[in-house]
């Protein structure tokens, strides 16, 4: 039953690091989202992808790289990290696109930049 | 730019009171709305509503969608400590280029006290 599973769920990095944050989700969902949740701003959209091979900006996506290389996984990634990507970060998916259908979250995955 | 505006950010009740969180929007291509409650670790679904006027109920949690005037409201009734949680809401939106997604309100946090 495991739905969304994120990798790792924590980590600290230095200012410069990179790093990727793995989604992976075994429900066969075209659509994957990853966001980051800051305290008093609720979720925004960093990237998405409506398919394998495919992905979109969304509302935050400076610093971000994503890739969708096979439909299960969708990377994050952090090339040079900044404080101000402290983060936590929640992948999620849904099954079928047109603007409906519930999300599936993952667990999340907190991030701190020192 | 597609908007989503909840209010109250915050809310301290008691036990047994009746609670409403409040959901607007200013967004093009609005497909759905949906309400999500997040506690420790990830969001958890609770409502999706499409259409207008129609109401969703899930035990002392209610919903309504109104499109004409653009806002949604969840109700909560006979609060419990166990109800104390963020509230998210979203909305689906299509659009034209890159599909589907999901933009959220920064949140309520409702906190219910014995």
């Known amino acids: 039953n495991a739905g969304v599973t994120q990798t790792p769920k924590f980590r600290v990095l230095k200012t410069g690091q990179s790093m990727t944050l793995l989604c992976a989700q075994d429900?066969?969902?075209?659509?994957m989202y990853w966001y980051r949740q800051d305290p008093g701003m609720g979720l925004r959209l960093i990237h998405y992808?409506?398919?394998?091979?495919?992905?979109a900006k969304g509302e935050v996506p400076d610093g971000y790289n994503v890739s969708r290389l096979k439909k299960q996984n969708f990377l994050l990634g952090l090339e040079s990290a900044a404080p101000s990507q402290t983060s936590v970060y929640f992948c999620a998916s849904r099954p079928t696109g047109g603007g409906t259908g519930e999300l599936f979250f993952g667990e999340g995955s907190r991030l701190t930049v020192l | 730019e597609d908007k989503v505006v909840q209010s109250p950010l915050s809310l301290v009740v008691h036990e047994g009171d009746t609670v409403t969180l409040n959901c607007s929007y200013e967004v093009t291509n609005f497909r759905s709305l949906l309400w999500y409650k997040q506690e420790k670790k990830a969001p958890t679904f609770l409502f999706m509503l499409?259409?207008?006027?129609i109401e969703k109920k899930s035990g002392r949690l209610s919903s309504i969608l109104d499109k004409k005037e653009l806002f949604s409201i969840l109700n909560i009734t006979a609060t419990q400590t166990g109800d104390s949680a963020i509230y998210l809401c979203?909305?689906?939106?299509?659009?034209?280029?890159?599909?589907?997604?999901?933009?959220f309100g920064e949140g309520t946090q409702l906190t219910v006290n014995p």
């Open positions: 499409t259409s207008s006027g």
């Open positions: 979203a909305v689906g939106l299509l659009k034209e280029t890159s599909g589907s997604r999901l933009t």
């Open positions: 992808s409506v398919g394998e091979g495919t992905t």
């Open positions: 429900m066969n969902h075209e659509y």
